[in-house]
């Protein structure tokens, strides 16, 4: 069996230090289990998400990883082992595996999936065809349930989640503002994608810019909490809502207070709803076929900020939580 290189948590990091607190180790393979399966990864996903499991968290949507464990994240490859009847060597799955070249995975825990084939793009499993499209999809249609001529505001617009969430707002029609760091994304969102208003909330004040939309903000798919959104409740419409989608705000650390504008809940009579893609996956929810329709006429993207190699997986986990990345932030595997 060829040997395995695989990164592990040492220590919770500090900020954005990832170098100082995951380690690449190397280690020959062991046996595998009853039940379990054996992934060559081809490609790791980097999601934002996944630096709250390296904190020390104990309150979050999912228990922090123990120090010394391997580090977690989806995975996409194929099979090259398998002690489970259900999957056999050579299928190409996705699931909840780990930052490595073999990933080692139960399915049921793991949500493996298998992947039905033709692709147009070997990536898009990560991309028009993977979670974030899947999770803002639900986020706009089921739980801010946006509809044609409504104003859709997102934040962290222009990654991975949010630049799905921003092109599912404008193929139903809404009229959708992308707020993103720096000018190159705003450009970016405005002239690919095709926002109606794109905010760089480095440069500009987000509450200031959104207060002149007439009627306010009907929905705020809301990546980030914290201070945007406390920028965002002012400017929402009466009887809004707003999906609350993630936090990556508050990820390296403790958790952020507020939102200072709750009274705006009451004022505005919003409805503010938290989703997690995960309990879908577990209730056995399917793929919108929506998305897959949308991708094959053209009118759903998802641009690859790629990486290549096991050993720089770190950099490109970093690019994506300062904000480097366009789209989807991931890393070929080769071995
Ligand atoms: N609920 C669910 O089931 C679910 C599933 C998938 C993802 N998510 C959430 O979706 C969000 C995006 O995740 P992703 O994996 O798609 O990553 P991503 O958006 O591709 O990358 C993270 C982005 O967050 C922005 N960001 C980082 N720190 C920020 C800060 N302090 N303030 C404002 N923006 C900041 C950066 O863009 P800028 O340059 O714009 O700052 C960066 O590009 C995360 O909150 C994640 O937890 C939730």
């Not at 952020?256 to 004022?267: E, H, I, K």
Request: proline share 6%; net charge negative.
């Amino acid at each position: 069996m060829a040997r395995n290189r695989y990164w592990r948590l040492d220590a919770h990091p500090d900020g954005h230090d990832y170098a100082a607190a995951l380690s690449l180790q190397e280690e020959t393979p062991a046996p595998l289990d009853d039940g379990q399966v054996r992934v060559a990864v081809d490609y790791l996903s980097m999601d934002a998400g996944t630096r709250m499991w390296m904190t020390g968290r104990t309150d979050g949507y999912q228990p922090p990883l123990a120090l010394g464990s391997r580090m977690v994240g989806l995975v996409l490859g194929r099979v090259c082992e398998s002690r489970d009847p259900d999957f056999t060597v050579g299928e190409l799955v996705r699931g909840f595996g780990q930052w490595a070249e073999l990933a080692v995975v139960v399915p049921s825990v793991a949500g493996l999936e298998r992947i039905a084939g033709p692709l147009d793009d070997p990536r898009d499993p990560f991309g028009v065809l993977g979670l974030n499209a899947w999770t803002a999809h639900i986020g706009v249609c089921d739980v801010a349930q946006v509809k044609a001529g409504q104003w859709l505001a997102v934040s962290a617009a222009a990654g991975a989640t949010g630049v799905m969430a921003c092109q599912i707002g404008r193929n139903l029609g809404a009229r959708v503002v992308g707020i993103a760091g720096g000018p190159a994304k705003c450009r970016y969102l405005r002239e690919v994608i095709g926002v109606d208003r794109a905010i760089d909330y480095r440069g500009e004040d987000v509450a200031a810019a959104l207060s002149d939309i007439d009627g306010g903000i009907h929905a705020y798919f809301d990546n980030v909490g914290g201070p945007m959104l406390d920028a965002v409740l002012p400017n929402m419409a009466h009887y809004g809502r707003v999906a609350v989608c993630g936090m990556v705000a508050a990820y390296g650390g403790a958790p952020l207070p507020g939102p200072a504008r709750f009274d705006q809940v009451l004022m505005r009579r919003l409805r503010i709803e938290g989703f997690f893609i995960p309990d879908v996956l577990a209730a056995g929810g399917v793929f919108p076929p929506i998305l897959r329709e949308w991708a094959r006429e053209g009118r759903l993207s998802m641009p690859f900020d790629q990486s290549e190699g096991i050993e720089n997986v770190l950099t490109a986990y970093g690019r994506m939580m300062r904000g480097a990345n366009i789209g989807k932030t991931i890393v070929k595997v080769s071995r």
